[in-house]
Every structure is written in structure tokens, then in C-alpha cells.
């Protein structure tokens, strides 16, 4: 069976569930927590079943346990389809392609946490001044 699966907390998740459907999912599990049904939907997965997923962060926004997610689901030998495209982890360009999503993601939050960092520091200088004059 295709399951899709789909963690929003949005009012996008009947078009995520629709494209789920056109992309050949006959159920769609939708979690609106955070990826709380996601292991007991990966437990109750069957031989010949397939998970399909409208993008990455659908599985965990947290890097580390996304990496879990995808190593319990390449060990259980559960085929996943990312965006309609099936994820072959035994090919090498698939597994730099995560690797490379990984590396991107680790950055852009590198990225926003200095800027936020630049912004607090910015915001007490103004406060010093203020309390200075």
C-alpha cells in the first residue's frame, strides 16, 4: 500500500494531502503534532508497502532525528518517495544528495543563528546608547 504522510500544523494540509493522492497514495496519515504518529506508522508498514512524503522536513524539522527517520526507513527496507522522486539509498548519487541536504540545512541554520546573534547584540548596543544619553 502507499501511505503518504504528512506533518503540518497549517491550513495547507488538505492541498498536501491532495497531492499525496495525485501522486498515488491510497492512504494519507496527517500528524499535526510533532511526527508523534510517524513511528507507529513506519511499525505498521508491510512488505511492499511505500512511504511518500511531500518533502523532507515532513519527516522531523530536527536534523539529527531526520537522519534516524531515514536510516530506520532504509533498514526496514521501506521504499520512500520524496516530491513523487523514490529515494534509492543504495545509490551513491541519492545518498550524496542527502548528505548534501544535510550539509545545506546544518549551514542555513548556522547562517540564521548568527544573524540572530548579530541582531541581539545590535539591539542591546542601541539600549546602552539609550541608557547612556
Do not use: W
Given at each position: 500500500?502507499k ?27 496527517v ?19 511505500s ?24 533498514q ?58
Amino acid at each position: 500500500m502507499k501511505k503518504g504522510y504528512v506533518c503540518v500544523r497549517t491550513p495547507e494540509t488538505s492541498y498536501f494531502c491532495q497531492y499525496l493522492t495525485k501522486q498515488g497514495a491510497e492512504e494519507v496519515i496527517v500528524d499535526q503534532g510533532e511526527n508523534e504518529l510517524l513511528p507507529g506508522l513506519l511499525d505498521s508498514m508491510k512488505p511492499g508497502d511505500s512511504l511518500h512524503v511531500i518533502a523532507l522536513h515532513h519527516l522531523s524539522k530536527n536534523l539529527t532525528k531526520l537522519k534516524e527517520i531515514l536510516e530506520t526507513i532504509h533498514q526496514k527496507q521501506i521504499p520512500l518517495f520524496v516530491g513523487g522522486q523514490y529515494i534509492d539509498f543504495e545509490n551513491v548519487y541519492d545518498r550524496m544528495e542527502l548528505e548534501k541536504y544535510f550539509i545545506v540545512c546544518r549551514q542555513a541554520r548556522e547562517e540564521i543563528k548568527a544573524n540572530l546573534d548579530a541582531a541581539k547584540a545590535i539591539r542591546e548596543r542601541m539600549k546602552k546608547d539609550r541608557a547612556g544619553e
